[in-house]
């Protein structure tokens, strides 16, 4: 069965700190996307990133880094540096072909408090 | 940019009312979502669209229906509103593959 898990609730750190969020994915598939979004106080969801399962290379985009391993499941996002405005809900999410659409399946998240 | 709009951020609505919630998206997407997020329940999608006029249940249906009559619109209908579905209601619309999602419309049934 699908299944995505984010085992960490709630990170705080202190700013200018590097801080990985963790997530492990469940899939029967060979192919399947995982993606990441934010959530701000705000409340609108941001999608940051979308990688399929036939490529595992890592991603840096400024501040952001994903590591993607399919030895472990997991799909974890790395913020270096990190700032006030990188507080947020973070979802994890995994999606598989059905007969007409992509099922989406989003973890639990983890909420960042990043402190000044 | 993918522009997602909701029609209203916040609403009260009272026990019974039937209550219209709208989705507009403008980049032409096939498929449109609807979910509820509730504190510890996560993101759970109750209606989903992937074309004109096509509807499908998704995982907590009961108590609503939807309504797609053109493509860049999806709207949300509560027959009768139960205090019961005081949520954070979210909606997304995807070409396939990421969603893309609106703010948000916040309702509160008294």
């Known amino acids: 069965a699908q299944k995505v898990t984010q085992a960490q609730t709630e990170i705080s750190v202190v700013e200018k700190e590097d801080v990985t969020l963790d997530c492990v994915y469940e899939?029967?598939?060979?192919?399947?996307?995982l993606f990441w979004y934010k959530q701000p106080p705000s409340g609108e969801l941001v999608f940051l990133i979308r990688?399929?399962?036939?490529?595992?290379q890592n991603e840096i985009s400024g501040r952001y880094s994903w590591n993607f391993q399919k030895s472990t499941s997991s799909f974890n996002f790395t913020i270096t540096a990190s700032q006030v405005v990188d507080s947020a809900v973070y979802f994890c999410?995994?999606?598989?072909?059905?007969?007409?659409?992509?099922?989406?399946?989003f973890g639990p998240g983890t909420s960042l408090s990043v402190i000044p | 940019d993918v522009k997602v709009t909701q029609s209203s951020r916040y609403l009260v609505k009272r026990t019974g009312e039937k209550v219209f919630l709208e989705c507009v998206q403008d980049?032409?997407?096939?498929?449109m979502f609807w979910y509820r997020q509730d504190p510890g329940l996560g993101l759970r999608l109750i209606y989903f669209?992937?074309?004109?006029?096509?509807?499908e249940k998704g995982d907590i249906p009961e108590g609503y229906s939807v309504s797609r009559e053109k493509k860049e619109r999806f709207s949300l209908i509560l027959e009768s509103a139960s205090t019961n579905q005081t949520s954070m209601y979210l909606c997304?619309?995807?070409?396939?593959?990421?969603?893309?999602f609106g703010p948000g419309t916040r309702l509160t049934v008294t």
């Open positions: 899939t029967r598939d060979t192919t399947y996307y």
């Open positions: 669209s992937y074309d004109v006029k096509m509807k």
């Open positions: 980049m032409d997407h096939e498929n």
């Open positions: 999410a995994l999606s598989e072909r059905e007969t007409s659409y992509d099922k989406v399946i």
């Open positions: 990688r399929n399962s036939f490529d595992e």
């Open positions: 997304a619309s995807s070409p396939g593959g990421e969603q893309y």
